[in-house]
C-alpha cells in the first residue's frame, strides 16, 4: 500500500497509475518553470500513459527499498498535485544514504510549502527509513532552491564540478548534505 505522511498544511503521499492526471497536470503547469533545472525529457514524458508506468515504476522502486516518490498536495486542496519530494538512490549498508530532490508548481511558489515538505521528508527519512545521511545537489544560481535546503538544516559541504547535464549543458552543482545527528 502507497505511504502517506502529513505536514501543517500539506499532504505527502505516494501515488499510482490512477493517480496519472494529477500529476500530468502539475507536469504540464510547471514544464516552463522547471526547464533551467531539470534534464531535458522525452517529447512523451507528460503524456497520460507515460506517466501512468512511471507511477508504477516508481512505487514498485519504493516497495523494493530504493527510493520514495512523494507529490505534495495542500490540505485544503487534496487532489490537486502542486509539487514533488523524493528519496532517490537509497543505499543501505554502512552509507545509510539517500539524495533529496524536489519541486513545486509555480503557483505554489513563495509559502514555505518546499520548506515544510522537504523538513518532513528528511525526518521520514531518519526515523522511518533509519538513514544516517541525506543529500541534495543544486545548481549554484538556482537561489530559491539553496534557500530551500539551508532553512532545513542542510549545510554545504562541496563543489561538483560539471555535476548533471541539465536542459542540455553539463552543469556545476554545491552538494549539501544533513545528518541524522540521533544516529551518531
Sequence with gaps: MPGAWETERLYL??????????VRAYGLRSVAYHTPWDPRRPT???ELPVVAAR???QLAESQAGGSLCLFLSLKIDPERVIGVANLRNII???LLSAHVGYGLAPDAVGHGYMTEAVDRVVG????ELGLHRVECNIMPRNDRSLAVAERTGFVREGFSRHYLRINGRWED???LARLNEDAR
Design 44 to 46: 512523451d514524458f507528460w
Design 55 to 57: 507511477l508504477h515504476s
Design 92 to 94: 543501505r549498508g554502512a
Design 124 to 127: 521520514i527519512a531518519f526515523s
Design 173 to 175: 552543482h554545491v552538494r
Design 13 to 22: 503521499r505516494e501515488l499510482g497509475p490512477e493517480h496519472a492526471s494529477a
